[in-house]
DNA sequence: TCCTATGTTGTCAT
DNA sequence: AATGACAACATAGG
């Protein structure tokens, strides 16, 4: 699921249950999940607390009462669950903080593409990793000049997370919809008003998927997440959908209604 | 058995 | 140094 609209749910999840509660157990049932040596999370973290959290893009970054800044990933298949008897472990919470109050916030990763990893500085961590700024707060300068050099594909380059942090699959083929623009238009032979009407539909995409808090059945009735497997029809043209591979990721397009730019 | 899945990362070639 | 193409990673479920 977590896409850039599901990350900030578990933020306001995780800012509901697990800040501000001292920590005093940390397990971990897989340490290839760890980017760090467990020992290294144990010993940073448990006798703290969790005071704030900042989400970029997919990446959500928790920072302590002390050095560490603990950086998750979801990856695939992840969440978090915050529960309190150790029988309501989730199967597959394969990581576990364990508070003062007895509660625990459990990291889910049935795929276990997820990972966690410890850092001193969100800031110097972004830029390591080349993130963009978050997709919701990215300007359009910033944006555009990511983008306007790039010599492949219109939706691959939007998957790059030094383009626009958070947007995922489901979330580039929604945008391409909404902009009409077909997947496979080339950046070079786009002008500037359709990259704009990319970003434009990034930015509505992004605050409706928000304010619908991830739940696709609320989205807007001209949205693709409603139409987006194989036997969908278009909202508009009522043609099929037709399922492809783009850049190697399934890729839902209405071909009547997107408009392939090369 | 084979295929797919909401993501990243390493490798290799350009 | 950058960029692009693609395999690899691990696992469950249809």
Not at 58 to 83: A, C, I, Q, S, W
Request: aromatic share 12%.
């Amino acid at each position: 699921m977590p896409e850039l609209p599901e990350v900030e749910n578990f933020k306001k999840y995780f800012d509901g249950t697990s800040l501000n509660q001292k920590i005093v157990a940390f397990d971990c049932a897989d340490d290839r999940l760890l980017k760090q040596a467990r020992d290294l999370f144990s010993n940073q973290l448990i006798g703290k607390h969790f005071e704030s959290s900042k989400r970029i893009g997919k990446y959500f970054f928790v920072e302590t009462n002390g050095d560490p800044t603990l950086v998750m990933h979801f990856g695939m298949t992840g969440r978090l669950t915050y529960y309190k008897d150790q029988e309501d472990r989730p199967k597959f919470a394969h990581i576990v903080f364990e508070f003062e109050n007895g509660f625990h916030l459990g990291f889910e990763n049935k795929r276990k593409f997820g990972w966690m990893d410890l850092t001193t500085s969100i800031d110097s961590y972004q830029k390591e990793k080349k993130l963009s700024d978050d997709a919701r707060d990215l300007s359009w300068k910033a944006f555009y000049n990511a983008l306007k050099n790039r010599k492949t594909f219109i939706k691959p380059v939007l998957l790059d997370q030094k383009v626009a942090a958070g947007i995922g699959n489901w979330m580039a083929d929604e945008i391409l919809y909404q902009a009409k623009i077909h997947p496979e238009s080339k950046i070079e032979a786009m002008k500037e008003k359709q990259l704009k009407s990319i970003f434009d539909a990034m930015k509505k995409v992004i605050e409706t998927a928000i304010e619908k808090e991830a739940v696709y059945a609320d989205f807007p009735q001209d949205f693709l997440m409603h139409n987006r497997r194989e036997d969908g029809n278009c909202y508009h043209t009522g043609d099929d959908i037709i399922k492809t591979k783009v850049g190697g990721r399934a890729t839902y397009i209405s071909p009547s209604w997107q408009k392939k730019i090369d």
